[in-house]
């Protein structure tokens, strides 16, 4: 058997999308537990698309992502260059075997002309195909016109590694474009070649190049070329499941999920869990554990939803599986600039509070603020609180007052503030949801926050008693 030998070859026309870091990780994952060869070409032949610094941030978004290549642009390799602008001479060799062979063709006709041939099948409603215009006798080409491929329609039926049997009629092969009149190759030549050249065994793509693989098969036969094993990716779809994904549904770059604090680990997990799992119920899985158990058979063949929320929940299952001093380490710039002057063991000791709860790093500066310094007296927090609201500002006042003189003969332990808090609600009769929310407000000023008795032992006795001090004084 060869070695197997997978590619990514995204267009440097943009940021890497999920789609597309999916196809990467399966081509990544196949390599991997073959022990085989990952490879990254860039195909840039549309240069019009072409987005500057786009290269680079693919290469960091892989790399973010640890999915590391062993051969590429920018690390070479024994079949370099991994760019296909600097690959044209190869084109070229393939294009003059392609014409001595009879199997392209100068494309003699002007736009206007091709666009002519186009309106008079959609108003004959017909399929356009350019080898119902083929020239009997095209004139040599010279490079300043496209370059054509001579097709040989015929059915086909193939195995695709994930949509299984596939059969299409000749009706669907046409003589596609080589080399435009620009000397760039177009895809459809150029990854045929790039593909044989660099010996890819396996070609993992996206279902919007589904139509077009009879040409590209019809394009093997006519170069003497064994076609790779082809996996076909079916579309992620969006939130609702009904159309594909798209920036309009939030899609985002990569890289901006791990500005906002999303593991790479929990990213990896995630994307590999659309539309693919391993048979059982687990859903997180560790890289090694990909590795190991990754199949390409088992990628569904429907389309599978992107769901942010299950995103969230993983990442969130991820950060609470590290120890607190890695989860501390890695979530350092997320961190308010409130907390500057604290040290690291108190502020391990907020993370430690948050870490259950906490989704993204992102959401640390608001999870934690109140920590660090005294937010503004929010009453309206009380008055929108559906029991607090019921109560006159008095009786609050009175609460607060028992629950001053109580907190403040505590020593702060976690212990002893749990057993003067369940005192309290002997001593005044009233419901944890009433007194427990009144003080965390009075404390906090925050919507939300961690354990009441575990909160009030970080901050302390003394912002605690200032803080419920100064919400009396504001129930005056």
Known sequence: MKPVRTRFAPSPTGFLHVGGIRTALFAWLIARQTGGQFILRFEDTDKKREVAGAREHLIRSLLTLGLEYDEGPDIGGQFAPYTQSERLSSYQDWAQVLIDAGKAYADPYTPEQVQEFREQ??????????????PENPPAWD?????????????????????????????VIDDFVLIKSDGYPTYNFAHVIDDYEMQ????????????????????YEALGFEP???????HIMGPDGKKKLSKRDGAKDVL?????GFLPEALVNFIASLGWNDGTEQEIFTRAELIAKFKIERVQRSGARFDEHRLQWMNGVWIRSLNIDE????????????????????????????????????????????????????????DNNKQLKKLERTELKQLLE?????????????EDLTQRLNGLLEQTGQKPG?????????????????GLADTLSVLGPDVTLRRISQTIDSLL
């Open 327 to 382: 989860l501390y380490d890695r979530s350092r710039e997320f961190w308010p600039k409130s907390s500057a002057g604290y040290d690291d063991t108190y502020k391990k000791r907020v993370l430690g509070l948050i870490q259950e709860r906490l989704k993204y790093f992102a959401e640390i500066p608001a999870l934690t603020e109140f920590f660090f310094v005294d937010l503004p007296i929010h009453m309206e927090l009380i």
């Open 121 to 134: 099948a959609r108003k004959e409603k017909r399929p356009f195909l350019y080898r119902n215009h083929r």
């Open 143 to 171: 490079g300043t016109a496209p370059l054509r491929f001579k097709s040989t329609p015929r059915a086909y039926t193939r195995i695709d590694a994930v949509m299984g049997s596939l059969r299409t009629g000749p009706e």
């Open 402 to 414: 028992h629950a001053h003189v109580s907190l403040g003969q505590s020593n702060f332990s976690v």
């Open 434 to 450: 009433v007194l427990f929310s009144l003080i965390r407000i009075a404390s906090t000023q925050a919507p939300f926050s961690p």
């Open 256 to 260: 901006d999920y791990v500005r906002d």
């Open 228 to 234: 790779p094993i082809i996996a076909t990716m079916p």
């Open 200 to 219: 890819i065994t396996h070609v993992i793509r996206g279902q919007e190049f589904l139509a077009s693989t009879p040409n590209y098969l019809n394009l």
